[in-house]
């Protein structure tokens, strides 16, 4: 099966700087990639995804790049706020669709 | 809509006994799945259903069942209840229709703990 790896674990930034979460998978055929962020207690909520015909997807502050031949891709946080605070989390579908495998998550602390 | 919930939000067991996880959508979506969340390992699937009457096994499935008898409800059985099973449980629901089979909503969690 589909296997992603997730890097860094903890990241702190000082609020207003960038963050940078890196996923990489090992299934070619995946074609689908969800970032998830989780605050404590609370259910994973879908804040970007971005499928394989797309390199890059942006929404406001947060943005997401995919390179297909490396099979990783990354979520981008720009002018951070401690509201960002958070567990972040990346996915893979199979190449069905039916199965997602996700990565160890990231523990976001955006210093004020 | 009252979108993803889930029934009990906690629960304790003891090791041998049996429970069932209720997880209920109203949003009409074909695709259901359940998770579990443990420490350091992020989310792993244990069953999915496509559909009414359609199950498949995810990357963990021993010691669950699951069925689907209806499209809004998909409970998630333990069938004799281990130490190994503590965990935080998800269920999530995605809608039908090309493009948005993958958006998944989960429900808030289930917390077990298994003594």
């Known amino acids: 099966g589909e296997n992603v790896e997730q890097h860094p674990s903890t990241l702190s930034v000082q609020e207003g700087d960038s963050a940078v979460i890196k996923c990489t998978y090992s299934d070619s055929a995946s074609n689908y990639f969800p970032w998830y962020k989780q605050e404590l207690g609370k259910r994973p909520q879908l804040i970007i995804d971005?499928?394989?015909?797309?390199g890059e997807k942006k929404d406001q502050r947060i943005a997401v790049t995919l390179n297909k031949t490396a099979k990783h891709f990354s979520l981008h946080i720009t002018e951070t706020q401690p509201e960002d605070s958070a567990v972040y989390f990346c996915?893979?579908?199979?190449?069905?669709?039916?199965?997602?495998?996700f990565g160890t998550g990231t523990s976001l602390t955006v210093i004020p | 809509n009252a979108g993803v919930t889930q029934t009990p939000k906690f629960q304790v067991l003891k090791t041998g006994q049996s429970m069932t996880l209720q997880c209920a959508q109203d949003?009409?979506?074909?695709?259901m799945s359940w998770y579990r969340q443990d420490p350091g390992m992020g989310l792993r699937l244990i069953h999915y259903s496509v559909g009414a009457g359609i199950t498949d096994q995810g990357e963990v499935p021993n010691g669950y069942n699951v069925s689907r008898s209806t499209t809004e409800d998909f409970p998630l059985r333990l069938l004799s209840a281990a130490p190994s099973q503590t965990s935080v449980y998800f269920c999530a629901s995605s809608p039908p229709g090309t493009g948005l089979k993958d958006t998944q909503y989960f429900g808030p969690g289930t917390r077990l703990t298994v003594l």
């Open positions: 996915a893979a579908s199979s190449n069905t669709g039916n199965q997602f495998y």
């Open positions: 971005i499928r394989s015909n797309v």
């Open positions: 949003m009409n979506h074909e695709y």
